[in-house]
């Protein structure tokens, strides 16, 4: 067990609804990353937050947003659902020191339905 | 634009056999390659993290390896056991925006 949570477990929303998603990074982390993972798909990276402040992005449009909050838990959070966004969101913590290459630690995902 | 590819996409062997995952990248400048086991509907487990200088990584019956030069890595599993069934991700980590990247996985199935 990793120590990062994740809620809710499972979520089934409608085409056009907003979601939030939420992590619990692991104690003494200082930055957390949210993925989603579509079947049969590896991760794909949706962003970064290093000490509150958004640190990198991939290819996934404005409607999908971050927060990181001063205990270093996070919000994902979704506008306008499509019918593509079904799939499971994973976030992961990590401590983060100038030039050095951390180990990435995941929580159990949300697994999102979009009917 | 860096990409990861992982052969075979599924594999099914007998319990006891040695096994060899490959990981191939295509932009040597990484800071690291992460080995992650994830079961069915699951997230993430990290097994091994190999840094761009170092050259293997070994856990138990675990052994990573990583040539960047040719952009490879291999996850070596020893003994397998049916407990080893499960999804293998490698994911490397850019240099060039720091992003990490994954791989589609490796569907292991260890029959008993």
């Known amino acids: 067990e990793t120590g990062v949570t994740q809620s809710p477990t499972h979520l089934i929303k409608t085409r056009g609804q907003q979601v939030t998603l939420r992590c619990s990074s692991q104690?003494?982390?200082?930055?957390v990353s949210w993925y989603q993972q579509a079947l049969g798909q590896g991760p794909q990276f949706i962003f970064q937050?290093?000490?509150?402040?958004?640190?990198g992005r991939g290819n996934f449009p404005p409607r999908f947003s971050g927060l990181q909050f001063p205990n270093y838990s996070s919000e994902l959070n979704v506008n306008a659902l499509e019918l593509d966004d079904s799939a499971l969101y994973l976030c992961?913590?990590?401590?983060?020191?100038?030039?050095?290459?951390?180990?990435?630690?995941f929580g159990p995902g949300t697994r999102l339905l979009v009917l | 634009k860096q990409e990861v590819t992982q052969i075979p996409a599924a594999l099914s062997v007998p319990e006891g056999e040695n096994l060899v995952l490959n990981c191939s990248f295509t932009?040597?400048?990484?800071?690291?390659l992460q080995w992650f086991r994830q079961d069915p509907g699951k997230g993430l487990t990290s097994l091994l993290l190999?840094?761009?200088?170092?050259r293997e990584q070994t856990s138990g019956r675990l052994n990573a390896s990583l040539d960047k030069s040719s952009g490879r890595s291999t996850l070596y599993i020893a003994a397998s056991q049916p407990g080893d069934s499960a999804t293998y991700l490698c994911?490397?980590?850019?240099?060039?925006?720091?992003?990490?990247?994954f791989g589609k996985g490796t569907r292991l199935h260890i029959l008993p």
């Open positions: 932009d040597s400048a990484i800071y690291n």
């Open positions: 992961a913590s990590s401590f983060v020191r100038q030039g050095a290459g951390e180990t990435q630690y």
């Open positions: 937050y290093y000490r509150e402040e958004e640190n």
């Open positions: 104690s003494g982390h200082n930055t």
């Open positions: 994911a490397v980590r850019s240099r060039r925006d720091d992003k990490i990247i």
């Open positions: 190999i840094q761009s200088s170092q």
